[in-house]
């Protein structure tokens, strides 16, 4: 029903800049149109974001391509997600055979998500809680990816990735943010590479922007 807009969606990756073919096989085969509201499904292989309920976004498909290619996922990782929104990031994650965990703050998005990924079938580890302060339970991780912009670089995700993992985070002030993909090559020590420019619903919590409402 949407092979046109999919492959249309695809070339546009493609054209800006997008290279690995898993991560494109991906978004060709999880289906986008089930992680946005029933009244935007048509909207679900434009390249922008979607709104989701809650003042939350689902990502611009550009965005969660470039942060999963920064991952660099293979089979068997674990990699952690805050910030589940829909679900679609997380589902990806399992498409490309990664063992996910991903938490969501806001309890009704959380239900949701859980609900999609059982319908689905998908084994995806679901935690409501505030993922500034990450998911100690399960770590070290392989690979952290955090949805929503955080004023800075959050010290509990930094300590529960494993060495040589990679943690892909928008950081800024609340209107636009720089991507940082920091690459742990021991305790406390990072590479970082930066990516210029993103705009993303801000990250909430202990060690992020401090919920105003």
């Known amino acids: 029903m949407y092979e046109n807009e999919k492959e249309k969606l695809l070339a546009e990756l493609v054209q800006q800049g997008i290279k690995d073919e898993k991560v494109l096989d991906a978004i060709r085969n999880v289906p986008r149109e089930l992680f946005v509201p029933e009244i935007l499904r048509h ?50 994650l399992d498409y490309l055979g990664a063992k996910v965990y991903t938490i ?20 995806i580890a679901t935690l409501c809680g505030d993922g500034t302060i990450g998911w100690n339970e399960f770590s070290p991780y392989d690979g952290i990816i955090v949805t929503a912009a955080a004023p800075d670089v959050p010290k509990p995700l930094k300590d529960q990735l494993s060495v040589g993992g990679r943690l892909v985070i928008p950081v800024g002030s ?14 406390n020590e990072f590479e970082v590479e930066k990516i210029p420019a993103f705009q993303f619903v801000p990250l909430i919590g202990l060690e992020g922007w401090k919920n105003e409402l």
């Open 43 to 92: 909207q679900a292989y434009k390249n922008v974001a979607l709104p989701i309920g809650k003042g939350q976004t689902i990502s611009q498909p550009l965005t969660v391509a470039i942060m999963t290619e920064a991952l660099k996922v293979e089979k068997g990782m674990k990699i952690l997600e805050v910030g589940t929104g829909s679900g679609y990031q997380a589902a990806i």
């Open 104 to 123: 969501e703050r806001d309890f009704d998005l959380f239900k949701e998500a859980r609900k999609r990924f059982q319908e689905l079938g998908l084994k």
């Open 174 to 187: 609340k209107t636009t943010q720089i991507m940082h993909i920091l690459t742990k090559t021991g305790e």
